[in-house]
């Protein structure tokens, strides 16, 4: 794991209640099931000085996670874009202090992506990789050029409120940059959500006809994402069924 190994000397994790003040503790310890919370741990800051961090569930009758099933980092700076959270690293499933091996449903996934979304602002981003194995349909579906807000991993950021738009990180400039990611963004102001909100649903119109010639698991895991985002952007600016033209309807 990308994150994990690049900061996994002894001391560089600490207790979040070592930063007194810091943004993560607005979601250190927020539910994200039932009777599941998240921990958060702090570790070193990057070369661009932003903070590495690492979370671990906590669920009732099982204890806490015995390795941490994400790690991400957080950086705060002038309006709007350098304000963002990167999600580095992940996995689906952990031991818990029971002893017992469990596998994070698509419910808790979700639920965490709204924590994450939480600490960015208007204007800012959110970024997901989808080089884990637990993201394989997210990257199949995008090489596939599925809209990013009809993959899995964009179609949470988009019910997190970080998609309004998206972009596509899928080469590491000299492996420099990491694993692939999808970056949402938060809308800055009502019109630029609803001029790219237009713009995601044209663009979602002109996918629809192709969706068949997909393979199959990629048309059963993407047209329901498609689907909903279609009918949310309807909904949302009161646009009549139908096709759109790039510039609305």
């Known amino acids: 794991m990308t994150t994990e190994s690049s900061t996994a000397r002894p001391g560089l994790w600490h207790p979040l209640g070592t930063a007194p003040g810091h943004p993560l503790h607005e979601i250190d310890g927020a539910e994200v099931g039932n009777g599941v919370t998240l921990s958060l741990e702090i570790g070193p800051k990057s070369k661009v000085g932003s903070d590495y961090f690492r979370a671990f569930l906590v669920a009732q009758g099982l204890g806490r996670s015995s390795e941490p099933f994400l790690w991400g980092l957080m950086n705060r700076g002038p309006f709007p874009g350098f304000n963002w959270v990167e999600?580095?690293?992940?996995?689906?499933?952990?031991?818990?202090?029971?002893?017992?091996?469990?596998?994070?449903?698509?419910?808790?996934?979700?639920?965490?992506?709204?924590?994450?979304?939480?600490?960015?602002?208007?204007?800012?981003?959110?970024?997901?990789?989808?080089?884990?194995?637990?993201?394989?349909?997210?990257?199949?579906?995008?090489?596939?050029?599925?809209?990013?807000?009809?993959?899995?991993?964009?179609?949470?950021?988009?019910a997190a409120g970080c998609g309004v738009a998206f972009t596509d990180w899928y080469i590491s400039e000299g492996g420099r940059e990491g694993s692939r990611k999808l970056q949402g963004f938060r809308a800055i102001d009502a019109a630029h959500e609803e001029r790219r909100g237009r713009e995601m649903l044209a663009a979602l119109d002109a996918f629809m006809p192709r969706l068949r010639d997909l393979d199959w698991d990629i048309q059963a895991a993407v047209r329901p994402l498609a689907d909903a985002a279609i009918t949310a952007l309807r909904e949302r600016f009161a646009i009549p069924d139908g096709p759109m033209g790039p510039h609305g309807g």
Request: charged content about 25%.
């Open 87 to 158: 999600v580095t690293d992940s996995t689906n499933r952990v031991v818990m202090e029971s002893g017992d091996e469990v596998e994070i449903p698509e419910g808790i996934d979700l639920e965490v992506m709204r924590a994450l979304a939480r600490l960015v602002p208007t204007g800012g981003h959110l970024m997901v990789e989808y080089d884990s194995r637990q993201r394989s349909s997210t990257a199949r579906a995008l090489r596939a050029q599925v809209p990013p807000v009809a993959t899995p991993v964009g179609a949470m950021m988009f």
